[in-house]
């Protein structure tokens, strides 16, 4: 089976780029990190993916005079590397219905917390002041609407009393890494089947996580 190329979006310290980098390199995932963009020039993502000699890029968007005029120039630096995933990570803007159209089933997203609940922006905090006691991460293809589309895999983790943002922050990325690095890992062997708002091929009994 062929290696699947990789293109990782970020928009901060990219420690969930680094987990499916490091997967590539050491053979857990068939596939390899083509390409890192970032939407912010100072990222600190784009310092790793130097280390890793990997090409980087970043465009500012408010050099842009719309979402979509940005996703266009977005998908003109990004077709050339000839992505079959496209994994969004930590990457912190919307991308636009004619970028999701050009790689249908193929963007991924993680978020931290159990989609459906909190969506959106300060997801552990939004956990904390809704005094749940369980949260976590979600992998999930990606949709036109906000932290939408098919789930592909999700990790539970108790949340605490004593818990704060960060704290909660801090256990929910531990567990963020081998989650995404499992959905890449399943994609990457074409194990992901997409039926209407589910995904198969993770979670059946003795498919192995
Ligand atoms: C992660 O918590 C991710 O779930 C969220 O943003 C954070 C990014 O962290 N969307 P990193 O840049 O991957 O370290």
Request: charged share 20%; aromatic share 8%.
């Amino acid at each position: 089976m062929a290696r699947k190329r990789i293109v990782v979006f970020a928009s901060g310290r990219g420690s969930n780029a680094e987990a499916i980098y490091e997967a590539s390199r050491n053979g857990t995932v068939n596939g390899d990190v083509v390409m890192v963009f970032s939407d912010r020039s100072q990222a600190a993502v784009l310092r790793k993916a130097a280390s890793w000699g990997v090409p980087a890029f970043a465009a500012d968007p408010g050099g842009f005079s719309s979402r979509k005029a940005y996703d266009e120039a977005l998908l003109r630096a990004v077709l050339p590397y000839r992505p079959d995933l496209i994994c969004l990570a930590g990457y912190m803007r919307i991308c636009g219905a004619e970028l999701v159209q050009a790689f249908p089933g193929r963007i991924m997203n993680i978020h931290p917390a159990l989609l459906p609940s909190f969506r959106g922006l300060h997801a552990q905090r939004q956990a904390v002041e809704a005094g749940v006691k369980v949260a976590g991460c979600t992998v999930h293809f990606v949709g036109t609407g906000l932290d939408d589309g098919p789930i592909i895999t999700q990790t539970a983790v108790p949340v605490f009393d004593d818990d704060t943002e960060e704290s909660l922050s801090e256990r929910i990325l531990q567990e963020e890494h081998p989650a995404y690095v499992r959905a890449v890992k399943a994609f990457c062997e074409d194990r992901l089947r997409i039926e209407g708002h589910c995904v198969h091929g993770l979670h059946g009994k003795g498919a192995g996580l």
